[in-house]
């Protein structure tokens, strides 16, 4: 049976219970528009107000948790937030909807509170005494009470229930201890009203700066300086920080305090390597932290998929990227950051996963797609890369895998241009070219005997052909270079070079229905295919599915093994747990400790090795999960 206050009434509604706002969102509004004085419902817009700010404060603390780029070397615990911790959190704000409907309820009770002056400095002064004298020790020993059995069980264990800290986890909680929490703010704020000193500054006050702070003790990135402890002992007393807070979650009989240490050092509850802790992350903050075994090397794709990241929602970031309407007000604001990124901006850390006991991280090329077909904009993107790949050089990183506009072969040549140049490099740059032809010829059925291929003379394009004419699958190449289609014809073998046939027309396709595009191509060129034609695919961006009597296959991706660890953002449109084959080719490249560079011309002879490995090591074809 179900504790009581243990569960949320309104958790079965999703995204509709913001609607519980609607009654004093449409008060204020009509004593705006019918009545003649609007000061007397200006509750409703002052409550509607501070839960907006409320929740502005907690995404604020979210941004800067997950910007790696600026806390990764003052983490406290070293593993990501994983996908169930998002969803188990995604809530959060509950807690917002309890109290607006306690204030609402407080300012229809008591009218008077709608009379309050704007400001008076005694009442910022009596919350403060009240909040020290009576909520803190009250904080602190309902907070011992909720750690025993029965309270822990069916109560507190929720909170504790997320094994990384975050700004978010704060609000993670039952709604019996958030109307104990109610209680911890209500009694300052209260307190000063009655003893006439209460104020609208004040209440605003009061509430903000206890939601930041309870952001600040629920982050997983230290951000209190141990200077300030050396130079004013006292202090440690008074203030908590992240490091102190994050050993009660791990362990869970000390540092009880809402945000005052005093009354864990009073009840004998201070954990002893608070400060010891505090002062080795701090210390270590300048210094670069553990150093990934594999970097993926992405870009940003468009303005619009550039607010799919963690620091900028990160419930959306956890989804597979799509357009969404309330993305488009942001839109001027993701421009103007794409200019200052153009700029100034360095290559950045984006994210993280473990692997098997491996540290695997996303590096972000501060460059849109658009801007790599920007001739005078080529030098400065590879200038980018350069430093990235000599940068994890430095660091030791052991494998560097290209994505997508990084490896252009008019950029680079798949990379060779890096190699090429500094050829004493020890960590391996791979394009993962090779594992994206693997899973693009493994989708095929074994009765195929045809297929038409565009992006016909291009690398992956190239090493499909040459696979399949192998395999005495015939190749009806689009290209009108022959020149191009000629170089490919000779390296097929001689019994096999009759298979691979050039085609200049997507009229030579209308009889096949398998097709391969490697070039994007117009939903006119598309209606040349028979029906029921099956479109696989390795363009960016994919082909528009226009063809309701056709099948059209995803981007190449994989599926990361189900041990990892730590991964809590999908990468573009893939979804969850599944990377970009160019991804997964480097994350094999490592795991199995290959000591070759993967650039350039695809080796159609390790197209199968690859595959193999692969495999071996748990990452599956999406295509066969899905099925």
């Not at 990160?314 to 993305?327: V, Y």
């Not at 309701?548 to 599926?559: E, N, Q, S, V």
């Not at 011309?601 to 690859?610: P, Q």
């Amino acid at each position: 049976m179900v504790a009581p206050l243990s569960a949320w009434p309104w958790e079965h509604l999703g995204i509709f219970k913001y609607i519980l706002y609607g009654p004093l969102a449409a008060k204020a509004w009509y004593s705006w528009m019918y009545e003649d004085n609007i000061l007397k419902d200006l509750w409703c817009i002052h409550i509607l107000l501070i839960c907006t700010l409320r929740g502005f404060i907690h995404q604020l603390w979210s941004s800067y948790n997950n910007m790696f780029f600026l806390t990764r070397n003052r983490w406290i615990k070293q593993q990501g937030v994983d996908f169930k911790q998002i969803d188990d959190e995604w809530d959060w704000d509950n807690f917002i909807i309890l109290q607006a409907m306690l204030a609402s309820m407080a300012c229809l009770i008591f009218p008077s509170l709608n009379t309050l002056p704007l400001w008076n400095l005694k009442g910022f002064i009596a919350s403060l005494l009240l909040h020290v004298t009576i909520s803190e020790p009250l904080y602190y020993w309902a907070h011992r009470f909720f750690h025993k059995p029965y309270l822990f069980n069916h109560y507190h264990s929720l909170h504790h229930s997320s094994p990384v800290p975050h700004p978010f986890t704060a609000g993670h909680a039952t709604p019996l201890e958030h109307l104990v929490l109610c209680t911890v703010i209500g009694i300052p704020i209260t307190g000063s009203i009655l003893m006439g000193y209460g104020s609208t500054a004040m209440i605003y006050g009061h509430v903000l700066v206890f939601d930041f702070v309870r952001c600040l003790g629920h982050s997983n990135a230290e951000v209190v300086p141990h200077e300030v402890f050396n130079k004013l002992p006292f202090l440690r007393y008074f203030i908590y920080t992240p490091t102190y807070h994050c050993l009660h979650h791990t362990e869970m009989e000390t540092n009880f305090c809402l945000f005052m240490p005093l009354f864990d050092a009073l009840g004998n509850t201070l954990n002893t390597k608070s400060l010891e802790l505090h002062k080795k992350i701090t210390s270590n903050s300048g210094k670069n932290g553990r150093v990934p075994d594999f970097v993926f090397l992405a870009h940003v794709v468009d303005i619009m998929s550039a607010m799919h990241t963690p620091f900028a929602l990160r419930s959306f970031a956890s989804t597979p990227f799509c357009m969404r309407m309330f993305l488009l007000p942001f839109w001027p604001l993701t421009f103007m950051i794409m200019l200052v990124m153009w700029g100034w901006s360095k290559t950045f850390l984006f994210s993280f996963y473990n692997l098997r006991g491996h540290l695997h991280q996303t590096w972000v090329v501060p460059r849109f797609g658009f801007q790599y077909f920007l001739p005078f904009a080529t030098k400065g993107i590879n200038k980018h890369i350069e430093e990235a790949i000599l940068r994890a050089d430095r660091l030791g990183v052991k494998v560097i895998s290209l994505a997508a506009l990084n490896k252009n072969e008019a950029l680079n040549g798949g990379g060779t241009l890096f190699v090429n140049k500094h050829p004493d490099l020890n960590v391996r740059v791979v394009h993962g070219n090779t594992l994206t032809a693997a899973v693009i010829l493994n989708e095929f059925s074994k009765d195929v005997k045809e297929v038409f291929l565009t992006g016909a003379t291009s690398k992956l394009g190239r090493a499909t052909a040459l696979y399949l004419c192998r395999k005495r699958v015939r190749v009806l190449m689009l290209t009108s270079s022959t020149e191009r289609f000629q170089k490919i014809l000779k390296e097929a073998p001689v019994d096999c070079q009759n298979y691979l046939v050039q085609v200049t027309k997507y009229q030579a396709a209308q009889n096949c229905k398998t097709w391969i595009v490697g070039k994007w191509i117009t939903p006119c060129e598309q209606s040349w295919a028979p029906s029921g034609t099956h479109f696989h695919q390795f363009v960016v961006p994919p082909i528009l599915p226009i063809r309701r009597d056709c099948t059209y296959g995803d981007l190449a991706a994989m599926r990361l093994p189900p041990d990892v660890e730590g991964l809590g953002s999908c990468e573009y449109t893939m979804e969850r747990g599944v990377v970009h084959a160019c991804h997964a080719g480097g994350v094999v490249h490592q795991l199995e400790g290959w000591n070759h560079h993967e650039v350039g011309a695809i080796d159609v002879d390790r197209i199968d090795l690859v595959w193999e490995a692969a495999l071996k090591h748990g990452l599956k074809p999406v295509s066969s999960v899905n099925n």
